[in-house]
T-cell receptor
Framework: SQKIEQNSEALNIQEGKTATLTCNYT??????LQWYRQDPGRGPVFLLL?????KEKRKERLKVTFDTTLKQSLFHITASQPADSATYLC?????????????FGKGTHLIIQP | DSGVTQTPKHLITATGQRVTLRCSPR?????VYWYQQSLDQGLQFLIQ???????AKGNILERFSAQQFPDLHSELNLSSLELGDSALYFC????????????FGEGSRLTVL
């Protein structure tokens, strides 16, 4: 069955350093991958989308890579700040699949320590 | 503010009861999605509507149903509630079905006692 794995343990990073989060998947051939941020008790907020034919995408301090051979995406936050502390979700989607093709991982809790 | 409005924010009810959750999508968005989020399962897709028609179905129980009205708002009906139905229920909307970003509401927290 399809499986998306994100580090279930909290990731503690010192302020100013680069935080790197991992999303691995199995039994899935995604056409695209998305990253969302979720704060406690709030709805997820879209951050970035990367398609299967793209290797890297950047947006301000955020960078996402997508390796369909390794079946892995890496999400980087450079110059991290305490305000970046949140849970980050990756989601995989299939072309034309609608939301049934958008499968979310359980998320990684990121803590940026001052 | 995502522009997606969900009501109620919190709901406490008893087993066996029935509740209705409401969602108003962003202005102009034709697609509405419902997700359930619990601590152990993460975000689980329930159902999607596009311009009033059911488009995709996920892990939605038979006790649950949904619909999208002509004004594009949507309702999720949960009946014969069980303790395990306690969760955060999110509505999301998008202009087109896929691909693209989803705009999530703040969720409705359901507690079944």
């Amino acid at each position: 069955s399809q499986k998306i794995e994100q580090n279930s343990e909290a990731l503690n990073i010192q302020e100013g350093k680069t935080a790197t989060l991992t999303c691995n998947y199995t039994n899935y051939s995604p056409a695209y991958l998305q990253w969302y941020r979720q704060d406690p008790g709030r709805g997820p907020v879209f951050l970035l989308l990367i398609r299967e034919n793209e290797k890297e995408k950047r947006k301000e301090r955020l960078k996402v890579t997508f390796d369909t051979t390794l079946k892995q995406s890496l999400f980087h936050i450079t110059a991290s700040q305490p305000a970046d502390s949140a849970t980050y979700l990756c989601a995989l989607g299939r072309t034309g699949g609608g939301a049934d093709g958008l499968t979310f991982g359980k998320g990684t809790h990121l803590i940026i320590q001052p | 503010d995502s522009g997606v409005t969900q009501t109620p924010k919190h709901l406490i009810t008893a087993t066996g009861q029935r509740v209705t959750l409401r969602c108003s999508p962003r202005s102009g968005d034709l697609s509405v999605y419902w997700y359930q989020q619990s601590l152990d399962q993460g975000l689980q897709f329930l159902i999607q509507y596009y311009n009033g028609e059911e488009r995709a179905k996920g892990n939605i129980l038979e006790r649950f149903s949904a619909q999208q009205f002509p004004d594009l708002h949507s309702e999720l009906n949960l009946s014969s509630l069980e303790l395990g139905d306690s969760a955060l229920y999110f509505c999301a909307s998008s202009v087109v079905p896929s691909p693209g970003e989803l705009f999530f509401g703040e969720g409705s927290r359901l507690t079944v006692l």
